[in-house]
């Protein structure tokens, strides 16, 4: 894997496919749309390519391999290598993260992690975490690196686990061989499903009455916030921002030699903000999927152009469904109600507080207003 001749390469990442075994017709259509917009070098899913809790997978592994085999479609028809990793959801559809990559590395385009296939890859701790070297357009050395991470999925009590120490410490182990293999440190760019606590940073805390707040929850519950326009530069904020509860310092092992200069996730669904912080970009790439909640016709997939003697000076871009398909879905009545679905059990739990009480004040108000009609009547 190399950078063209003219210099560049390129990335296309879908993050958040969550399809299910009917595959929807609309997720397909973003996928092919944006697969021959880009024309990538090197296509990045970033987990949750399943609905893995859904009731179409429990305890049928098979429907999970055809459902992998279907979404996957677009890009294997048009031969785009492609990495897989995975997110907090794909362990829920009865069949283990090995077991998927199984299928995965069954397709043709696999970047394989075991090196089957010749790519310079560096293995990971498991499944779904490794690094990938890019090589110059003269392939005389690595000119840029890619690393995924699997970020793992749900804690027992609820939230999601921080990135295990022992996968940094695999990161900086592959940071220093690529530095000393190719003459000093190596630019590297880092996508994963979950995002780190340092997303907060790009965020600005305002009142609750505020235009545009969004409300979050756990670590930091209560609180409401919009987008802190001197920190992104692009994008939305339009669910709550979904972190660990534990800070295992990821973006402190990430700065320590300046080689990483972004990190990418995916996870909630509905932001699309890219800003920058200590010198990192951290951005998010929505959901491709139709057949789970998400914001409409702006899910996406987001493209990025890197340049070789330069990659920190990247561009990127979200190509969504509304620019290259079409203001409606194919199914407008079911996506309409999949836009107005909580994001998290926190928000859901929240709406149905709100729900109760607006049926219990629709209720009394009904009494009062039965109450005063049935005194007119007796007058």
């Not at 049928?60 to 992998?68: L, Q, S």
């Amino acid at each position: 894997m190399k950078f063209r001749e003219d210099g560049t390469f390129h990335i296309l990442q879908f993050a958040d496919i969550q399809e299910i075994p009917n595959v929807s017709e609309d997720t397909l259509l973003l996928m092919n749309a944006a697969l021959e917009r880009a024309r990538p070098d090197l296509v990045v899913l970033t987990g949750d390519q399943l609905k893995g809790a859904s009731r179409h997978f429990v305890g049928k592994g098979e429907r999970a391999e055809e459902t992998i085999r279907r979404i996957m479609k677009p890009i294997t028809d048009r031969k785009i290598p492609f990495a897989v990793t995975f997110g907090n959801h794909d362990l829920e559809c009865g069949l283990q993260n090995d077991e998927q990559m199984e299928i995965y590395r069954s397709l043709p385009g696999c970047v394989d992690w075991l090196n089957r296939r010749g790519q310079e890859i560096h293995h990971g701790t498991k499944e779904g975490t490794f690094a990938i070297g890019v090589r110059s357009s003269d392939e005389a050395r690595v000119a840029m690196a890619v690393y995924l991470f699997d970020t793992g999925g749900n804690l027992p009590q609820g939230g999601y686990q921080p990135l295990p120490p022992g996968d940094l410490f695999w990161y900086k182990g592959v940071r220093d061989t690529l530095a000393q293999e190719n003459g000093g440190p190596v630019p590297g760019i880092v996508f994963q499903h979950i995002p780190l606590p340092e997303y907060y940073r790009l965020l600005k805390r305002v009142d609750r009455k505020t235009k545009g707040a969004v409300r979050t929850y756990r670590t930091h519950a209560g609180e409401y916030y919009v987008l802190d326009s001197g920190k992104c530069r692009e994008g939305r904020l339009c669910e709550a921002v979904s972190v660990p509860d534990a800070d295992n310092r990821e973006l402190e092992s990430f700065r320590e030699q300046g080689d990483i200069f972004a990190v990418y996730c995916g996870h909630d669904h509905k932001n699309s903000f890219v800003g920058s912080w200590l010198g990192v970009d951290l951005g998010y790439t929505p959901s491709c999927g139709f057949n789970e909640y998400g914001d409409g016709v702006n899910r996406a997939a987001r493209e990025f152009v890197f340049y070789e003697k330069n990659p920190a000076s990247y561009e990127t871009r979200l190509l969504t469904y509304r620019d290259l398909v079409g203001e409606r879905t194919t199914r407008p009545v079911k996506d309409f109600f999949y836009r107005l679905c909580p994001a998290t059990k926190e928000e859901a739990a929240e709406k149905a507080k709100r729900a109760l009480l607006l049926t219990g004040l629709a209720c009394l108000a009904g009494r009062v207003a039965m109450g005063v009609y049935r005194r007119c009547q007796r007058r």
